[in-house]
Each structure stands twice: as C-alpha cells, then as structure tokens.
C-alpha cells in the first residue's frame, strides 16, 4: 500500500514563504510524476506544480514565479517551496502521484493517482 504524507502548510501573512512536503511511503520502486494540487473553499481541485522523475516542471500561471516544486527520488519526497504567498493562495494543498510500481510482498504492482491528506495553507492580508 503506498502513503503519501504532507507536511509543511500554515498560517502566514501575505508576502510570505512556506515549504511543503510530501513523503510516499510503501516498498516503493519507482515514480512517475510527483505534484501538488490545491483546492480552495467551493472551488474545484486545482493543479498547482508537477515534476516529473527526470525533473521536468509544470507549473499553474497562477504561481509561476513564485512557487518552486522539487523533489528527491532517492527519499520518494517532492518539496512545493511558496514565496510572495497571497491571501487567494489560500487553500488545502494535496500531494499527488500519477503512477509508480511498488511491491508487496515479493510482488510488484502498478498504482496511480495516489493521494495525500492535505495540509492547509492560509495566507492573511
């Protein structure tokens, strides 16, 4: 079974930084991309970021320039680096992995569109 926990949101005044994280966790093999998701009060899931394992990046037009997204594949861990945050930056951030393989027992298997729990983020004016 793979896990993906959060860490890292809070609250913060505008113009301000934080640094989330996500560890996937469960006799992991290998990942596909790795991304970050936010979904505000009444409003949809958004993307946010998304890497891919050979590092590329994608990235919401809402943050670019101001959000970083990196990650360690050795720790199975993607980082979302967030300055110069706005109050409509305001929102619950998910963890997102595409697909990987991972074994359980001695057996591999495919997993995809694994999720975390969220952690929030809030900004003030």
């Known amino acids: 079974q793979v896990q993906l926990v959060e860490s890292g949101g809070g609250l913060v005044q505008a113009g301000g930084s934080l640094r989330l994280s996500c560890a996937a966790s469960g006799s992991i093999i290998s990942i596909n991309a790795m991304g970050w998701y936010s979904q505000a009060p009444g409003k949809q899931r958004e993307l946010v970021a998304t890497?891919?394992?050979?590092?590329?990046?994608i990235y919401a037009d809402s943050v670019k320039g101001r959000f970083t997204i990196s990650r360690d594949n050795a720790k199975n861990t993607v980082y979302l680096q967030m300055n110069y945050l706005k109050p409509e930056d305001t929102a619950v951030y998910y963890c997102?992995?595409?697909?990987?393989?991972?074994?359980?027992?001695?057996?591999?298997?495919?997993?995809?569109?694994?999720w975390g729990q969220g952690t929030q983020v809030t900004v003030s004016s």
């Open positions: 997102n992995v595409d697909k990987g393989l991972a074994l359980t027992g001695m057996l591999p298997f495919h997993f995809r569109d694994a």
């Open positions: 890497i891919t394992s050979g590092g590329s990046t």
